[in-house]
């Protein structure tokens, strides 16, 4: 099982016993008395302190101990006299498996901007901000599948590559084989995809929905959790051309149990990141504390730990599209123009509407449902009134809508007409059609895109931040 980790050191009782650290090398300190060297293996946010004597190995050596050099110490785990951890290593022998030449190591012990480290996306895991968001990002997807497991689903793998759009907004990445530089053509002129791989136009996929709903057909209780592509030109710190998503589908849930899933989905997992995670959320709160200390109060974000509590402890509220329109029409930012975007039934909400009604109006999570059938994508159910869909967005504080979902239309005939409404061929998606002529069901389900939580439990301001490797409008690097 390899040597034991620095998180599981940091916990043992001190008997002079001897252990072994691997780990790279955060900081070094000489003083006239000894030599600290602290270490880190990616464990835990903590280092562990490593004292040697001086004279006890040579300058030549030592000089190859500096920060970001991989180490191997042996030694004896004893009580530490400093501050700050119970036990350090008092060492016997230290083996450099790798030097990182101080001249060269862009990340020496000292603060870098989070732009900086988009640069050097290579490094960056091994700053303590990005190593607590990848324990936190792992932490949540395994709270995930749990929740899912221990509540009757099955995990459905849906295809990555794909030949329908299932948000109907044609920003897809195509998928191809053919040669770009000589593409065959047919009889009119246009490109003969009959020649390309598939036989046919094929694209990363925008959402594994349409194909989970058809696993929910048969299983009942399916989700998905895979990556996701969308080619659309946006440089925003909600963005990424490439990301995950959760999609649970559930054939026999009506709206109603589809709101209630989404809030004990949320409160769960965060929870759980709350129970596990103690020491990475208590270094990024006071991060983002130290981050804000130049803006006004008024301005400043929640402590992070009591955002995540915010959410986990407050039933969300819950009303129609309708009736948060009307809220948003009374409020003070509207009548003193001080919205962007203006306000009026029929409108997609934009983030500051969202914001305004969980964070100023209701001082909780929020759940909207019945929006306008134009707004909302062709598979969402009817209202009975024609005008609206059984549509369920979720909002969160500091980020707006963070789950889209909906009871699904089971109805052949209306899905039909919808598809027909919206301009999509129903030839291409004639399977999917086909599950509302046999044994069709009501059914419904909704989306999560897994970055837009790790941002919000992480507390950071860009979703390029919480992902290892972001790919957006003109970055592909690493």
Request: proline letters at 5%; a negative charge; charged letters at 25%.
């Amino acid at each position: 099982m390899g040597p034991l980790q620095i998180k599981e050191l940091l916990k043992t009782s001190p008997e002079e016993q001897s252990v072994t650290l691997k780990g790279w090398v955060r900081t070094k300190r000489e003083s006239k008395n000894a030599i600290f060297i602290a270490l880190n293996d990616g464990s835990t946010i903590h280092n562990i302190q490593a004292v040697a004597e001086p004279g006890q190995f040579s300058p030549e050596l030592l000089l190859q101990v500096t920060t970001g050099s991989c180490l191997k110490i042996t030694g004896n785990l004893v009580a530490s006299l400093g501050s700050g951890q119970s036990v350090e290593v008092k060492v016997q022998d230290i083996q450099v498996y790798g030097a990182a030449d101080p001249e060269l190591y862009p990340l020496q012990p000292k603060r870098h901007s989070l732009e900086f480290l988009r640069e050097i996306a290579h490094l960056r895991p091994r700053t303590n901000t990005f190593s607590a968001i990848l324990r936190i990002r792992h932490t949540l997807a395994f709270a995930i599948h749990k929740y899912f497991n221990d509540n009757g689903f099955f995990y459905l793998h849906t295809p990555i590559i794909t030949a329908s759009d299932a948000e109907g907004a044609g920003e897809m990445f195509r998928v191809t084989t053919l040669d770009l530089k000589n593409l065959p053509k047919t009889d009119e002129g246009d490109i003969n995809f009959k020649e390309d791989f598939f036989g046919r136009e094929a694209n990363l996929t925008v959402s594994g929905q349409l194909e989970g709903e058809l696993g929910a057909m048969a299983l009942s209780k399916i989700y998905t959790f895979g990556p996701t592509f969308r080619a659309e030109n946006s440089n925003t710190t909600r963005h990424l051309a490439e990301f995950w998503m959760i999609e649970p589908e559930m054939a026999f849930f009506e709206l109603e149990d589809n709101m209630d899933l989404a809030e004990d989905f949320v409160k769960t997992v965060i929870r759980y990141a709350l129970e596990n995670c103690k020491d990475d959320l208590d270094f990024l709160q006071n991060r983002l504390a130290e981050e804000e200390k130049s803006k006004p109060q008024n301005e400043r974000s929640l402590p992070l730990l009591e955002k995540l509590s915010f959410v986990v402890d407050n039933p969300f509220e819950r009303l129609t599209y309708t009736e948060a329109i009307e809220i948003l029409l009374k409020s003070k930012p509207h009548k003193e123009k001080k919205f962007q975007y203006p306000v009026g039934w029929g409108i997609d909400l934009s983030s500051e509407h969202e914001r305004y009604l969980v964070e100023k109006h209701f001082k909780k999570p929020v759940i909207l449902t019945s929006y306008p059938r134009e707004i909302k994508s062709f598979y969402m159910k009817l209202d009975d009134d024609g005008k609206t869909v059984r549509a369920m967005d979720v909002l969160f504080p500091g980020i707006g809508e963070i789950i889209g979902g909906s009871q699904r239309e089971d109805s052949y005939e209306k899905l039909l007409e919808r598809v027909n409404e919206v301009g999509i061929d129903p030839e291409t998606i004639w399977w999917y059609l086909e599950t509302r002529k046999f044994g069709t069901a009501p059914h419904s389900g909704f989306g999560l895109g897994f970055e837009r939580l790790v941002l919000f439990v992480t507390g950071m301001g860009n979703i390029r931040d919480v992902i290892p490797f972001p790919r957006y409008p003109r970055s592909a690097e690493f």
